[in-house]
């Protein structure tokens, strides 16, 4: 499978760094909107400027998109899947019904198929609360997040004029969290459930009052929980915040028939948020490949995808060691 990567940030280089783990890809190329001589990656593969992208639509079976959420995706996604079969992390949660309409009707456009918001969240843990829902159809889902840095929103505050750089820590509500664990089956808001701790780095002369509002007002990423913004020196940023760690537990509490009482959990832990992220897309790149040479096209979500797909061994060899 020949790969192209779109973004060189973090996720980008987690992406390069997760294929080098599947001797069935190549990265063949990495597009940039930075001046490409510039930019030095850790592969052979060619480093292009974004401009020159459509030159490249017979040499790439899958392009993963690894830009924000915040004003990348939205634009990125419908825009390249009228040229290439592509994959990206999209998280806003509210906004996915509305990113899934325009990207199907691009890719569907241009006869290519598109794999929106894949990573953990969503992605792998919207398929744990598809599981738990259908196993416990009587029952309550609960999903926290962290403690840990979010890419997402960390993103989300570094556009906001005047932020040089910017970490958000998502941080569960241990006494929620216990809540749930011990069935229960409390009902939360959203503040109830985190809080969200923001370390920005501004530049100099930069009205903080101002960034500060910004930040707690934005809507969807701050406003609805209870949000502390800390200024700091970019050396203390690099200092006490250089990693990008996370994870979370997503939870279904419910009642069989008998009434008895169930939990399942599935929970993550996460040295690096960007290289695990990266890691689930490559592997539904691989899906996304494969159905493309099947003649699927138009817009999927993990919900879509047969596990099968996503993985590199054959239906004996996991009928053998993972049935």
Not at 153 to 165: L, M, P, T, Y
């Amino acid at each position: 499978m020949r790969i192209g990567i779109l973004g060189y940030g973090n996720l980008g280089r987690g992406v390069e760094y997760s294929i080098k783990q599947n001797p069935d890809m190549e990265l063949v190329a990495v597009f940039t909107r930075r001046n490409p001589a510039d930019l030095k990656i850790n592969s052979n593969a060619k480093v292009v400027a974004i401009e020159e992208i459509e030159q490249w639509q017979d040499k790439i079976d899958v392009l993963i998109l690894c830009g924000g959420s915040a004003t990348d995706l939205p634009v990125q996604t419908p825009k390249y899947a009228k040229m290439f079969n592509v994959i990206d992390s999209y998280d806003n949660h509210k906004q996915i019904p509305t990113h899934f309409e325009n990207v199907d009707e691009a890719a569907k456009e241009g006869n290519k198929l598109a794999l929106i918001s894949a990573g953990w969240d969503p992605g792998l843990f919207s398929l744990n609360r598809l599981y738990a829902n259908a196993i416990l159809p009587e029952g309550k889902d609960y999903t926290f997040w962290g403690k840990g840095i979010s890419q997402g929103h960390s993103d989300a505050i570094r556009r906001i004029e005047g932020v040089k750089n910017a970490k958000q820590y998502t941080i569960p509500v241990e006494e929620a969290l216990q809540s749930v664990r011990n069935s229960e089956n409390p009902t939360f808001t959203a503040r109830q459930m985190h809080t969200r701790e923001c370390f920005v780095v501004v530049d100099e002369g930069a009205d903080k009052a101002r960034i500060e509002q910004e930040i707690k007002t934005m809507p969807n990423y701050f406003e609805p929980y209870d949000t502390t913004v800390y200024f700091i020196t970019e050396e203390e940023l690099n200092e006490k915040h250089g990693g990008i760690p996370h994870g979370g537990f997503v939870i279904r509490t419910g009642k069989t028939a008998g009434d008895k009482n169930h939990v399942i959990e599935y929970s993550l832990k996460l040295d690096s948020n960007p290289e695990f992220t990266s890691s689930v897309l490559v592997s539904y790149a691989r899906a996304i490949y494969r159905l493309s040479k099947e003649g699927q096209t138009g817009c999927k979500t993990v919900f879509d995808i047969a596990p099968k797909y996503i993985i590199s061994k054959s239906d004996e060899e996991l009928r053998k060691t993972m049935l």
